[in-house]
């Protein structure tokens, strides 16, 4: 901490900061010290401090050689302080290397992730886009299939509309076949003739085929309408299945754009990793490194 003088205002300095302002080294400065030409004391920790009033007279006087040689316990003295400052340094520096060293491995150990995340995301992605293609694939099959359902339901309500037709002429036919037997009856017991007779009998012959043809058409008819609900229940069945498929793609592609988002997500955050430049330890910068 630096403490203020009360009488001029100027304050106590470290060593390094009383040998930048007077352009000397440390060793010179505490030899100032030691020569009782700067002021001094200790700080909190027992660090030195130096009080320099009047910085331009000190200059030249703190450079000048020495008029008479300091005692060996007081060049040793301020040579351990030196010693002891330095070691201080240091192990304030490597803690400060070890605590970006720190860092820099977290940021490693982070990009690592990142990439090991942008890879599975890019994987899961093309897993995804294949599945998509398979799903439009079948999508594809199935409408080729309704189409196909759909044309044989065409087809099947024309054949039931023209086994109608023919079912309405049969029944037609039969009518008239039943007004001329009724006739040919009527006119066989007034006259009792062995030709209207025979005639009858050909004309219930004739009745009897025209209902065999309209039970046939009737038959036809059920068939055809059998069929129709078979294709009808069939298409409404594939309607169904498209439409789960088609929720199932659209959750698979709402998938996909998450896991894309993700990936991009994990390269800006390896981008910027990389972008950061790492800073300089106090060896390396001492080093030149």
Known sequence: MVKRRADDGLHFLTVDEAAEVLGQSRLRVREAVARGLLESRRDNEGRLRVDIPDAPRLISEVGAPAKADLAPDA???????????????LSAKDVQIARLSGLVEGQGAALEQAEAALTASEGSAGRLAEVLDRALAHLEDDTIVIGRLQDVSGRALDHLEHVSAELDQSLAQTARFEELLARAVALAETREDGRLGEAADRAFALLEDAVACAEAAQAAEAKGADMLGRALEAGERMQVEIKAREARIAEQQETIETTLSMSERAVAVAALAAKQPQKKGFLRRLLGI
């Open 75 to 89: 060049v040793v003295s301020f040579l351990f302080d030196e010693v002891e400052e330095l070691e201080a340094t």
